[in-house]
């Protein structure tokens, strides 16, 4: 499946992404890149950005990475661990397939902000159901 038509369709498709201003920018088989730019809605009450966008980020760059073989893949067990916060500027989440089989794989991703820090990192399970992502593409 072409790597574009997956990128766009995360791009155009995933409208909860697409609200917080998060893109994917880098896509290959087992391995996806999303960035976001923070902005003053993105920040909690202490005024530092809020552990859901930091998860966000991480799980639509799961999804795309997940995804990226062209067979439907849907999350079944997530979890972030957040180590430090950020205020402004642009977030990195790259996600990376660490195992894989015909139903099943496992995804790290690391967060990080444009100093190239890291603030968080994420675990996500798949199942790859017996779909093709392309019967969901548009068009």
Known sequence: MDMKAIETFFNREDAFAKHNGMTITE??????????????????????????VLFTLADFAFAAASNSRGQLA??????????????QGKLTA??????????????????RNQAGDLLATFQGMVYRKSVSLQSLLPG
């Open 27 to 52: 896509l290959r088989e087992g391995y996806a890149r999303a960035e976001m730019e923070l902005k003053p809605c993105h920040m909690n009450g202490a005024k530092t950005v809020h552990g859901g």
């Open 94 to 111: 790259e996600a990376r397939e660490v195992s894989h089989s015909p139903k099943l794989a496992s995804f790290e991703v690391s967060v």
């Open 74 to 87: 849907l999350s079944i067990n997530s979890s972030i661990s957040i180590f430090k916060g950020a205020r």
